[in-house]
């Protein structure tokens, strides 16, 4: 049997790096020794799961004559009749290939394709969330959309080969929490933590891909963040957090959701792929709706079946997850008695239900009264 040498680390540092890294495509240079070599890849789902973005799922092609390809994934010998003509045993669709360098024929039943635009991946979409839209007015009251609890789509990517095979949606434990005090009198200070956590992935990010060291990049990541807010971030573990994605293959918004789901403040939308290869899926990604808070989640997640304006869409899809706040008036009628915050709760003080339903009945009127006076 005919098989390419050692696929996988020349695909990583030839291919995956510079893409990860953010070239902007596929194409790349390299040595005349392996440019050859290169020049075609093949995807095969060799286990069955519906995908090939597990490790040894994908290859480089190897060179044969005739300035043709074979792809090594289920590579197999091709038998010779009596007359010395060769067949494929997979079957007459599949033809015998005859290596460069001489010896028996061989087939294969997965396609090959050239490197250079060999990946098709869907753009990242980078949802800021719901922009501050409007004024005030004489009184003081927003003279644009007012939306409660509003979230952003954040994605995540499991392992993958675009990841090197890392998990970048594992939960690596919470970052932030939502404080000890009242979650909605400090409502402005929560965002902002949110906020910092798209400042703080983008300026680590930004330095590692300038040359810093991952080290480095990770203390310029938290540093952003501690401006914002320390005393609802735990500082050493946000740095061991962002090292670990750093030296993992996981982009600025797989740190961010990363975190944020960690922490307790996104729901999971769904998978979908990402990136293929002749339209077999490489990398799937993970659709998630991230909240300020904790608490903004709990309140999405059980809020929205008591809501008909969200019974035809509900979340949206995995690749576009929706994740708008609620009105003032889907607020007001939120029936919070038939909600268990428990969880949010449970960081906190130990309550009965009761009084829990009867602390959130007074925090959301007092948020209430502040954005609308």
Request: a negative charge; proline letters at 5%; aromatic letters at 6%.
């Amino acid at each position: 049997m005919n098989r390419a040498p050692s696929p996988a680390r020349h695909i990583l540092r030839h291919l995956i790096l510079p893409a990860l890294l953010g070239a902007g495509s596929l194409l790349f240079t390299m040595p005349a020794r392996a440019q050859s070599q290169a020049e075609q890849l093949c995807a095969a789902d060799l286990n069955g799961n519906g995908d090939a973005a597990d490790p040894g799922e994908i290859a480089t092609c190897t060179a044969m004559t005739g300035s043709t390809f074979l792809c090594p994934l289920g590579q197999v010998t091709c038998t010779a009749d009596a007359q010395g003509d060769y067949s494929c045993p997979l079957g007459s669709l599949y033809p015998c290939l005859t290596p460069d360098s001489g010896g028996t024929p061989a087939c294969s039943p997965n396609a090959c394709t050239p490197s250079a635009g060999a990946i098709t991946t869907s753009p990242v979409v980078d949802d800021l969330g719901a922009a501050n839209d409007g004024t005030l007015d004489e009184a003081g009251n927003c003279n644009g959309a007012i939306e409660i609890f509003s979230g952003r789509a954040l994605r995540c990517r499991p392992a993958g080969l675009l990841t090197t095979f890392s998990n970048c949606c594992r939960n690596r434990g919470s970052i932030i929490k939502d404080g000890t005090g009242s979650a909605l009198t400090s409502l402005s200070t929560k965002i902002a933590v949110a906020k910092g956590v798209f400042s703080g992935m983008r300026a680590a990010y930004a330095a590692f891909q300038a040359g810093a060291s991952a080290s480095q990049a990770a203390s310029a990541g938290a540093g952003a963040i501690i401006g914002i807010d320390p005393t609802s971030l735990a500082i050493s573990l946000a740095i061991n957090l962002v090292l670990e994605f750093l030296l993992s293959g996981c982009d600025q918004q797989d740190m961010e959701a990363g975190i944020l789901r960690g922490s307790g403040m996104c729901h999971e939308v769904g998978a979908y792929c990402s990136s293929s290869i002749l339209g077999i899926c490489i990398q799937k990604s993970v659709g998630n709706c991230c909240f300020n808070t904790r608490l903004g989640r709990i309140i999405q997640e059980q809020g929205r079946p008591q809501l008909k304006s969200f019974n035809s869409i509900g979340w949206g899809s995995p690749k576009s997850p929706y994740c708008r706040g609620f009105t003032p008036e889907e607020f007001q009628a939120l029936d919070f008695s038939r909600m268990d915050l428990s969880e949010y709760y449970s960081d906190l003080t130990a309550k009965t239900q009761s009084n829990i339903q009867i602390d959130m009945k007074e925090r959301i009127d007092a948020y209430m009264q502040t954005v609308i006076p």
